[in-house]
C-alpha cells in the first residue's frame, strides 16, 4: 500500500520551520514577552511608528509560520487515524478542526500588527484598540489548542493499541499541556502581573509548553511515520 | 498467585518483588509535571506577598477559613474512601469497590458545591478577581485546582463503571490504580493550597 512516507515526513518536519519562523517575528518585533497591556494609548501608537518594518516583517513571517501549522496538523491526523482504524476517524477530525482554530488565533493578530503599522497618522486610541484585538486573540484565544492538545492525548491513551502509534508517555504529555495552557484563558481580566497577556503564566509558560508540544509532538510523530508497523495498520480513506 | 492468598500475603509476596509505583509510570510525568506548575504558582504567590504584605495579610483575614478546613477535611476522606476501593479491587477473592468510589464521588461533588457557596459569598461581599493581587491569586490558584477536582470526579465516573464490572482485568486495576493516583495528587495539592492562601502569612 502507498504510504507516501516522503509527504508525510515533509508535512511534518512543517513544524520546526513554523517554531523558528514564530520565534524569530516575535524577536524581530521585540515582543518577547509581549508589549505590556498597561502601556498608556500614546505608547502604543508610537511603538508601532517606532518600530513599523520590523514589525510588518514580524506579521508575515508569523502568517507564515503559522500557516505551516496546517500540514502539521495534517500529519497529527495521519497518525491518530491509524489508531482510530478504518471506519471513522473522529479524534483525528477534531484535532484536524481545532488545529484551524489554533493557525486562526495566530493569522488574525498578524493581519492586526499590519494594519496598526499600516497607517501612522491613525489616532492613538484606534491603534490601542487594534493592539489590544491582536493579543486577545494571539495569547488569549487558547480553547482551540487546549482542544487539540487534549484530543491528541486522549486518542493516545483510551485507544486499544495505541501504543504501536504513540508512546504512552506522550499521552500524559498532551495532558500536563493542556494544564499548561490555562493560564492564558483569563487575559481579558488584567493589565498586569502574572495573569496578564505579557506574563509568567499567560505568556511565557503559555509559550514554552505551546512550543515545547510541537517539538516533542515533531519528534513522536516522525518516529511513528517511519516506524515499521506503520506498514500493516492505519486508515484506507483520508 | 493462590487465589485465596490474603491481602496481607499478597502485600508482602509483593515486598520481595521488584519495586513497583502505583498506576502506570508514564502517569507520574503528569503528577509531577503539574506539581512543577503549582510549584511555579506557590513561588510567584510568595514573591507578591513580599512585595505587598499589607494587601495580602488583609485579603487573607477576609478569608472564611471554615470553608477551608471543611474542604481540606473533604478532600482527605475522600482520598481514604478511594484508597479502600483501591485495596477492595486488589484484595483475592476480590471485594466490591464500586460503593467507596461512589463515597468519594459524594465528597468531590460536596468539595465543589461548598466551593461554589464560598465564591457566592464572597463575590456578593465585593470581593472579586479584579479587586486587588490577594484576590487575583486566590481565585486563580483555587479555580485552578476546581478545575483537577472536576476533571477528578470525571476520572471517578469512569473508575467506578469500571470497578462495577462483574470481571476486572489487570488493565483494569492499571487504570483504578492510575485514577486513584491523580486524586490523590488533587488531595495533595489542595493541602498545600489552604495552608498557603488561608493561613500562613502576617499574623
Known amino acids: 500500500m502507498q504510504r507516501n512516507i516522503t509527504a508525510q515526513l515533509i508535512c511534518v518536519h512543517a513544524a520546526l520551520a513554523m517554531a523558528v519562523l514564530m520565534g524569530v517575528a516575535l524577536l524581530l518585533a521585540g515582543w518577547v514577552p509581549p508589549p505590556s497591556p498597561a502601556m498608556s494609548a500614546l505608547e502604543t501608537a508610537q511603538m508601532y511608528t517606532g518600530g513599523g518594518n520590523k514589525i510588518r516583517f514580524a506579521a508575515l513571517l508569523m502568517m507564515l509560520g503559522a500557516t505551516l501549522f496546517w500540514p502539521f496538523a495534517v500529519a497529527i491526523s495521519i497518525q491518530m487515524k491509524r489508531i482510530e482504524g478504518p471506519v471513522s476517524q473522529p479524534l483525528a477530525g477534531v484535532q484536524m478542526a481545532c488545529a484551524t482554530g489554533t493557525v486562526m488565533a495566530i493569522i488574525i493578530p498578524s493581519a492586526l500588527w499590519l494594519v496598526c503599522a499600516f497607517r501612522p497618522e491613525r489616532s492613538a486610541e484606534v491603534v490601542q484598540a487594534l493592539n489590544d484585538l491582536s493579543w486577545m486573540f494571539f495569547i488569549g484565544a487558547v480553547p482551540p489548542a487546549l482542544i487539540q492538545v487534549l484530543v491528541v492525548g486522549l486518542c493516545a491513551l483510551y485507544r486499544q493499541g495505541a501504543e504501536e502509534v504513540f508512546p504512552r508517555w506522550y499521552g500524559f504529555f498532551c495532558l500536563w499541556t493542556a494544564t499548561g495552557f490555562v493560564g492564558g484563558e483569563t487575559v481579558g481580566f488584567f493589565h498586569t502581573g502574572p495573569f496578564a497577556w505579557n506574563g509568567i503564566f499567560a505568556f511565557w509558560m503559555a509559550a514554552v509548553f505551546f512550543f515545547g508540544w510541537i517539538l516533542v509532538t515533531w519528534w513522536v510523530v516522525m518516529h511513528a511515520i517511519r516506524s515499521p508497523a506503520a506498514e500493516t495498520s492505519g486508515a484506507v480513506s483520508l | ?203
Not at chain 2, 513497583?20 to 506539581?35: A, C, T
Not at chain 2, 472564611?64 to 476522606?77: A, D, E, H
Not at chain 2, 487504570?175 to 498557603?196: C, K, N, Q, R
Request: with cysteine; aromatic share 14%.
Open chain 2, 1 to 203: 498467585m493462590n487465589m485465596h492468598a490474603t491481602d496481607a500475603e499478597a502485600i508482602a509476596a509483593r515486598g520481595t518483588a521488584a519495586p513497583r509505583v502505583p498506576g502506570e509510570n508514564s502517569l507520574w510525568l503528569l503528577i509531577l509535571g503539574d506539581m512543577v506548575i503549582y510549584a511555579i504558582m506557590f513561588l510567584v504567590f510568595a514573591y507578591s506577598y513580599q512585595q505587598q504584605p499589607d494587601t495580602f495579610a488583609a485579603g487573607q483575614a477576609l478569608l472564611n477559613k471554615s470553608f477551608g478546613f471543611i474542604n481540606t477535611l473533604l478532600l482527605l476522606t475522600s482520598s481514604w474512601f478511594v484508597a479502600k476501593g483501591v485495596r477492595s479491587i486488589r484484595r483475592q477473592p476480590r471485594l466490591d469497590a464500586s460503593h467507596w468510589l461512589l463515597l468519594a464521588l459524594v465528597c468531590g461533588g460536596a468539595f465543589v458545591v461548598s466551593k461554589v457557596v464560598e465564591y457566592s459569598l464572597k463575590i456578593n461581599a465585593g470581593m472579586v478577581l479584579t479587586s486587588n493581587d490577594f484576590f487575583m491569586y486566590y481565585y486563580m490558584i483555587t479555580a485552578f485546582h476546581l478545575i483537577h477536582v472536576l476533571i477528578g470526579m470525571t476520572v471517578l465516573v469512569f473508575m467506578w463503571r469500571t470497578a462495577r464490572q462483574p470481571q476486572v482485568s489487570a488493565d483494569d486495576v492499571r487504570f483504578l490504580e492510575s485514577g486513584a493516583t491523580f486524586w490523590h495528587l488533587v488531595d495533595l495539592l489542595w493541602i498545600m493550597i489552604f495552608p498557603l492562601i488561608y493561613l500562613l502569612g502576617r499574623t
